[in-house]
């Protein structure tokens, strides 16, 4: 089964030409898993506004507290108890991954799992309801804290809990976790949508937030997800990082549409 789940990760499915970070000219700094630990840790190029994530059995910003299950759940429907697909990443669920059947989904899963960390001192993610609790009793007064109750929390919850297999958790969401915050700052921007699949038939749509909130405003609702419920950022997010990826944004659709991402 290993075996046959590492054909498929490191042959047809090619998961590492997206997953493996690239080095300055380019070339993925590992083809394989016998090459190191950089094999599937995460994008370090983002492509069309999107970071691919770490499939790595890192605590925080990889699989480590994934099981076997829910990475079959996720692989399959693009959806699970944790996350959701977004990106790049809902065209290989619709298009690939709900058409293979059960037993190269579980070899997927199985070979992932059996991945070590990349940093296998990073803490483990533990639940700190503090900031739930602020919301509760009605103060929202940390930055950040009124966008988010405004903009995301009818979705993702007070709790950052979310609804499984609907709106996914923000709450120690390995993507909210990773050093590298474009994919969350990029969803804030334009939205996205996971659709439907056999098995999983309702389409999730996540609006566009650019065209009403400003660089400010996008950089404080990332930061709060990013340090609320036990979440702990490296870095903070900067109005400017925000400005840069909207700017990006607006030269990828060229003469399209741009008004999503006006902003204030």
């Given at each position: 089964m290993l075996a046959r789940g590492r054909y498929l990760v490191e042959g047809l499915g090619h998961c590492g030409a997206c997953h493996t970070p690239r080095s300055i000219t380019m070339q993925e700094k590992a083809?394989?898993?016998?090459?190191?630990?950089?094999?599937?840790?995460?994008?370090s190029a983002p492509i069309d506004g999107w970071t691919a994530s770490n499939l790595r059995g890192d605590n925080r910003d990889g699989l480590g507290r994934w099981s076997e299950?829910?990475?079959?759940?996720?692989?399959?429907?693009?959806?699970?108890?944790?996350?959701a697909a977004f990106g790049g990443m809902t065209d290989v669920v619709e298009h690939s991954l709900q058409h293979l059947s059960e037993s190269d989904i579980t070899a997927i899963a199985r070979y992932?799992?059996?991945?070590?960390?990349?940093?296998?001192?990073?803490?483990?993610?533990?639940?700190?309801?503090?900031?739930?609790k602020a919301l509760w009793k009605g103060d929202?007064?940390?930055?950040g804290a009124a966008t988010y109750v405004d903009s995301c929390a009818a979705c993702h919850k007070t709790d950052g809990s979310g609804y499984k297999r609907f709106y996914p958790a923000l709450r120690g969401n390995p993507v909210?976790?990773?050093?590298?915050?474009?994919?969350?700052?990029?969803?804030?921007?334009?939205?996205?949508?996971?659709?439907g699949v056999n098995g999983a038939?309702?389409?999730?749509?996540?609006?566009?937030f650019g065209w009403r909130l400003d660089d400010q405003q996008v950089a404080d609702v990332v930061n709060f997800v990013r340090n609320s419920w036990g979440n702990k950022a490296s870095e903070p997010v900067s109005a400017k990082q925000v400005a840069?990826?909207?700017?990006?944004?607006?030269?990828?659709?060229?003469?399209?549409?741009?008004?999503?991402?006006?902003?204030?």
């Amino acid at each position: 089964m290993l075996a046959r789940g590492r054909y498929l990760v490191e042959g047809l499915g090619h998961c590492g030409a997206c997953h493996t970070p690239r080095s300055i000219t380019m070339q993925e700094k590992a083809l394989t898993n016998n090459e190191g630990s950089d094999y599937l840790a995460g994008s370090s190029a983002p492509i069309d506004g999107w970071t691919a994530s770490n499939l790595r059995g890192d605590n925080r910003d990889g699989l480590g507290r994934w099981s076997e299950e829910d990475l079959r759940q996720f692989l399959r429907y693009g959806r699970n108890d944790q996350t959701a697909a977004f990106g790049g990443m809902t065209d290989v669920v619709e298009h690939s991954l709900q058409h293979l059947s059960e037993s190269d989904i579980t070899a997927i899963a199985r070979y992932l799992k059996s991945l070590g960390a990349k940093d296998p001192h990073q803490a483990a993610f533990s639940v700190d309801d503090a900031t739930a609790k602020a919301l509760w009793k009605g103060d929202d007064s940390a930055t950040g804290a009124a966008t988010y109750v405004d903009s995301c929390a009818a979705c993702h919850k007070t709790d950052g809990s979310g609804y499984k297999r609907f709106y996914p958790a923000l709450r120690g969401n390995p993507v909210v976790l990773a050093d590298d915050p474009t994919s969350l700052i990029h969803i804030v921007l334009v939205g996205g949508q996971l659709p439907g699949v056999n098995g999983a038939p309702s389409t999730i749509t996540m609006p566009a937030f650019g065209w009403r909130l400003d660089d400010q405003q996008v950089a404080d609702v990332v930061n709060f997800v990013r340090n609320s419920w036990g979440n702990k950022a490296s870095e903070p997010v900067s109005a400017k990082q925000v400005a840069e990826l909207r700017k990006d944004e607006k030269d990828r659709l060229g003469s399209a549409d741009i008004r999503v991402l006006e902003g204030k």
